[in-house]
């Protein structure tokens, strides 16, 4: 009899195991490189698995009403497996609302060709994720800039919650949100899941790498996370009468500083970062849009390394481009630098305790820097 027992325990034991161990989303799901007529999801799993993205319109049904089209994480033809998950939607309409749900069904088993899967994790149907496609007609835009976060969470929050970026048209995070990249804990903990609960999930948020995301043995991975379906981490985005800029400014000493141990090739980089630039500011997307906006993460100066490759490489280019203002952080402190002969735009350096909040129509750009403490510390309004 106790022998009996002991088998029924240990049976219980097991199904509570298994239990436990059905596999979640950790993180996300967020929006990454939406466009007018694309957008990417991206989220990660506790466990290993196949994933795909559920589509559907907002058009007030509900939406288990008919099976909605899947679109597959995957690569070549070929779903791909893992932990961190991005499924890129395309042929979508500009200035249109799609709701969406994310899937992942854990992989338990390969042998040869035949696959064992095992639990299905998703996001609701009842509440459902949404995003808005960009649009080059829209008459306005608004939008939120922190930047140099280094991990502090809890600032963060209080920023996004003087801004309010569910309420806005997108977010940028203009770099240094962490000062070394270790793991993926450092993303998400650092500051992404404050993201992701204040806005993420449902408005879109542009990544603009500062130097210090590209430190610490899990930098390479950065990609994997943000802008993953895109082939660089710089690029243009347009809304409405703004065409944003967003560039990659690389390390802020030579790569052959010591502390770079060797492992760094950024001046080529950045030198490749132009001859894109020049093609980009040809495009309409750039010069059709009536107000543009730079954002770098440092700025362009003669101090160190890195800024004078900004000021030497990019500026000439964007000196050209009637660029109304470019938005730098990097620095831990507020400052302006006024138009000159040689950067013809003005720049403004947000501090590490303050954000930017943007609005914009084709005939004014207001930006109000706020304090962490809710202050007003400066406030920029350029007319065309």
Not at 47 to 56: D, K, M, P, Q
Not at 99 to 120: A, F, K, N, P
Not at 133 to 139: C, S, V
Not at 189 to 198: E, I, N, S
Request: charge should be negative; glycine fraction near 6%.
């Amino acid at each position: 009899m106790k022998k009996v027992n002991v088998l029924i325990l240990c049976f219980l034991l097991m199904c509570c195991g298994s239990v436990v161990a059905q596999i979640k989303i950790s993180h996300g799901p967020y929006l990454q490189n939406v466009s007018s007529d694309e957008a990417t999801i991206v989220w990660v799993t506790d466990r290993s698995a196949v994933s795909w993205v559920e589509l559907a319109p907002d058009d007030g049904t509900h939406f288990y009403l008919i099976e909605r089209p899947k679109f597959f994480a995957s690569k070549n033809g070929v779903k791909t497996e893992g932990y961190v998950h991005s499924v890129k939607l395309r042929k979508l309409t500009p200035g249109t609302k799609y709701r969406y749900r994310v899937y992942s069904q854990e992989v338990l088993d390969r042998d040869g060709h035949e696959i064992t899967y095992g639990r299905v994790a998703s996001t609701t149907a009842y509440n459902p994720a949404t995003f808005v496609t960009l649009d080059p007609r829209k008459t306005s835009v608004t939008f939120t800039v922190v930047n140099d976060i280094h991990g502090r969470s809890e600032v963060l929050e209080k920023m996004l919650a003087l801004t309010e970026p569910a309420k806005q048209d997108m977010v940028f995070f203009n770099g240094d949100m962490v000062s070394s990249l270790t793991n993926e804990d450092d993303l998400f903990t650092g500051f992404m899941d404050v993201g992701v609960k204040a806005f993420a999930q449902n408005i879109p948020m542009y990544y603009c790498r500062g130097n210090h995301e590209t430190r610490g043995v899990f930098a390479t991975s950065f990609q994997n996370y943000f802008s993953p379906l895109n082939p660089e981490l710089y690029f243009l985005v347009r809304q409405g009468p703004v065409c944003f800029v967003v560039l990659d400014c690389g390390e802020d000493k030579p790569d052959s500083d010591i502390e770079y141990s060797g492992i760094t090739d950024y001046d080529y980089y950045r030198t490749l970062e132009a001859e894109w630039l020049k093609e980009a500011l040809k495009s309409k997307e750039f010069t059709e849009a009536p107000i543009k906006v730079a954002i770098c993460h440092m700025p362009p100066k003669r101090d160190w390394h890195g800024e004078a490759e900004i000021l030497n490489k990019l500026v000439p280019i964007l000196n050209g481009a009637n660029i109304d203002i470019m938005l730098c952080g990097h620095e831990h402190r507020h400052s302006k630098m006024a138009a000159s002969e040689q950067v013809k735009f003005p720049v403004l350096i947000n501090s590490n305790n303050a954000v930017v909040k943007g609005a914009a129509t084709a005939n004014s750009l207001t930006l109000e820097v706020l304090g962490v403490d809710g202050t007003k510390v400066d406030e920029i309004i350029i007319r065309k």
